[in-house]
């Protein structure tokens, strides 16, 4: 991961002349701590990978696409960047789950775009994990910021919300096509996709099969069993 993503900032960061900043905004997989079993987050490291970047950490362990917003620091990260800067967003591990009888206030709602689901136990219209990231999205670009997103990071097969055999009502939300309805940035707007299943082989390994631009809609997963269920 910490090489797959030194080599893709560095390439982008080579265009501008300023010393830009690199902020994060992710889970405990990227967080100061990590989890907090002894471990520290990829985000950490990458300070150690630039000589010419600055890396702001602002990963918080726990967190899904939507607690982050709803916390207001999706907003906050937008407020420090500046034109030039780089974000890197990852999340994905804590936003699964179920919305039938309970809410962790982390999972999101189910879809690949503009689907909608009503809390049980707050009342809260959730978004999904598309969506949040959109909004995010359109923060930091309308600042001048470069964006780069991780696709959500394997988990084992045991775990229920990122699974290989998710019930079969629950759609895909990184489906490659999302419906008609799917909010979008502006159709000339790219955002490079860092796949996160691959991160320890070389760059151009992985490049040669994934676009280095897409789409931010086209949020593909890394295999085809990794699901938001």
């Known amino acids: 991961m910490k090489t797959s993503v030194k080599v893709l900032i560095t390439s982008l960061a080579a265009q501008a002349c300023a ?6 905004a992710g889970d405990s997989t990227m967080a ?7 471990t520290q987050g990829f985000g950490e490291y990458l300070k150690y990978s630039f000589s010419d970047i600055k890396v702001v950490n602002d990963a918080v362990a726990g967190r899904s696409a939507r607690s982050y917003w709803n916390e207001g620091k999706f907003a906050a990260l937008a407020d420090k960047v500046v034109a030039g800067d780089y974000v890197l967003f990852e ?12 809410d962790n206030g982390r999972t999101d709602c189910f879809g690949g775009g503009s689907e909608t689901c009503i809390s049980p136990t707050t009342g809260e219209t959730i978004y999904t994990y598309v969506y949040y990231l959109l909004q995010a999205g359109k923060l930091v670009t309308a600042k001048g910021a470069h964006l780069v997103i991780a696709s959500p990071p394997q988990t084992t097969s045991g775990n229920q919300a990122l ?6 009502a629950s759609p895909d939300m990184l489906d490659p096509s999302p419906p008609a309805s799917a909010p979008s940035l502006p159709s000339s707007t790219t955002v490079p996709m860092l796949p996160t299943s691959t991160s320890r082989s070389v760059l151009p390994s992985w490049i040669l099969t994934i ?17 938001l269920s």
Request: without cysteine; aromatic residues 6%; proline residues 19%.
């Open 19 to 24: 010393v830009p900043t690199l902020y994060l």
């Open 32 to 38: 100061l701590g990590g989890g907090g079993s002894s």
């Open 91 to 102: 999340f994905g591990h804590n936003d699964g789950g179920s919305l039938s009888t309970t």
């Open 163 to 168: 699974g290989p055999t998710p019930p079969p």
């Open 211 to 227: 676009p280095s631009t897409i789409p931010i809609l086209a949020l593909r997963a890394p295999t085809p069993w990794l699901r």
